[in-house]
């Protein structure tokens, strides 16, 4: 396992480092002008070529990365063009404030979509599997927008319940806390709990014919010890997979949510680097999470080897 997770941490740095060049590449191409954005519509062609100059946008563009891979390094990321702050204090506030929304998100994606999923199949065929496959439909059809746009008119307009934008700390209090991520969480989740329930079903539904669960109700093994035991322990294994995947979808799904709740996150601070055309805050926000999603496929592979014992990473298995 050690050895397996050395293997896998150089992994995450190639990948990283292949993602910082194109990532690099990507905003060195975008329209506009950084320095013409930073001093307006008014600035003389001087003052324009001396703040490139002072940037570093006339230098060639490999020794423009290396200064930029290399404050990456260092853990400095660099000073907001617009903001005119160092980048690690703004971003470290609002990957923490995405990060209670996503962990919110997929923990309720995985509790919910896997029992949604076990419930379905033990009752195969039944009203309650045909109602849940019904609802899967449904939610995967529709994109986050659109429940965003459904909860504020319900929960917000008509019942007035929650507060339609903004974040407060738990420092505020608990309840009001709660109020301002119950709506930006079920936004996130619907879909992606669809996406759990219906692959932990068709899993569960594979394993449960399969030789060992039969032999072991044939031994008169409780249901309930077969189905946890035996049956929902393998099933995970493909479910495991698709949560460490559905956590880049998630961070996709987090900038329309954050953008339309106007939650203070990751995908929100990305929105605005974008729409003024701050470099170094779009490059960080999209090394982090790049970061992310490495280290979400990371802790799945690792999950494997404590649902599957026949899985030995880091040697070969015969048989």
Known sequence: ??????????????????????????????????????????????????????????????????????????FDLGDSLIMERPIAPILFDAIGNSAILALSSIGLVALVGIWLGVYSAIHHGKAGDHIVSLATYVTLAVPEFFWCVLLIILFVGYLGWFPATGYTSLSEGFFVWAQHLILPVVALVMGLMAHVSRLTRSSMLEVMHSQYVLAARAKGVPEGLVIRRHALRNALLPTITVLAIDVGVLMGGIVVVETIFSYPGLGRLLIFAIQQMDVPLIQACLIVVTIVYAVANLLADILYTFLNPRIRYGSSVNG
């Not at 490139?52 to 260092?74: F, M, N, S, T």
């Open 1 to 74: 396992m050690f050895g397996y997770l050395l293997q896998r941490l150089l992994y995450i740095f190639v990948i990283v480092a292949v993602m910082s060049v194109l990532i690099f590449w990507i905003t060195q191409i975008m329209p506009g002008n950084v320095a013409y954005m930073i001093l307006g519509d008014f600035a003389g062609m001087d003052q324009i070529l001396a703040l490139e100059q002072k940037l570093g946008l006339h230098d060639p563009i490999h020794v423009q990365y290396w200064r930029w891979a290399q404050g990456l390094l260092q």
